[in-house]
């Protein structure tokens, strides 16, 4: 884990959450019980910053919790397009949807409820990014699911992947397995490139070949 002054530093060199994240970071904190699964600030910008450099016409995020990341990802859609954001915690449904309708980006972001690995064949496009940030145990057919679908050059971006440091345990549990099998199934797969950074709990950048 990265030091408390660093992490610090580290934010406070980093361009501030606007009026909506920042009241959905509050809220996620106050009304759920596992708040640290949101994105955040820092991770938050990255993925923002990433998707204005990407220019993505059809985004996919696995996996919305409380709407914070699509939020972020939603500000580098060109211009008439779209994020298909999936969750399956109905109880969430209310907080993300309360904050996607207060976005100026409200028509490109569609909310489905539902078991991601039902949802996905049905969704008939063609995806330029993904972010997967769903069960652990299912990263590796999520990404068989979704790499047929990415465009050429196409990224996508898998959150967890250090799983607190545990990826390095000598006796892995079972959702440090699962993990740890993604990362190694990615390492091999030659019709990609990656990169893996040590931002917040580890993110693997995949791009398609």
């Not at 904050?99 to 063609?126: C, F, Q, R, Y």
């Not at 992947?161 to 990362?183: I, R």
Request: aromatic share 6%; glycine share 6%.
């Amino acid at each position: 884990m990265i030091r408390a002054d660093l992490e610090k530093y580290i934010e406070d060199h980093t361009s501030d959450e606007d009026t909506l994240l920042y009241d959905l970071n509050r809220k996620t904190n106050l009304r759920t019980t596992l708040p640290r699964m949101i994105s955040g600030k820092i991770q938050g910008k990255f993925l923002e910053l990433i998707s204005k450099i990407a220019n993505p016409r059809v985004i996919l995020e696995i996996g919305s919790f409380t709407g914070y990341s699509a939020l972020c990802l939603v500000k580098g859609l060109v211009e008439g397009g779209i994020l298909y954001t999936i969750e399956s915690n109905v109880e969430l449904e209310k907080i993300i949807q309360d904050h996607i309708s207060k976005s100026e980006n409200e028509n490109k972001i569609k909310l489905i409820m539902g078991n991601a690995l039902d949802v996905i064949p049905k969704i008939e496009e063609t995806f330029d990014m993904v972010f997967i940030d769903a069960n652990k145990a299912e990263y590796l057919r999520y990404y068989k699911l979704v790499l047929p679908k990415l465009s050429k050059g196409g990224l996508i971006i898998a959150d967890n992947v250090l799983w607190s440091g545990k990826v390095t345990d000598q006796n892995p549990d079972a959702d440090t397995k699962s993990l740890l099998e993604f990362n190694t199934y990615i390492k091999n797969d030659k019709s990609v490139e990656q990169v893996m950074l040590s931002i917040r709990d580890g993110l693997l950048v995949i791009r398609k070949l």
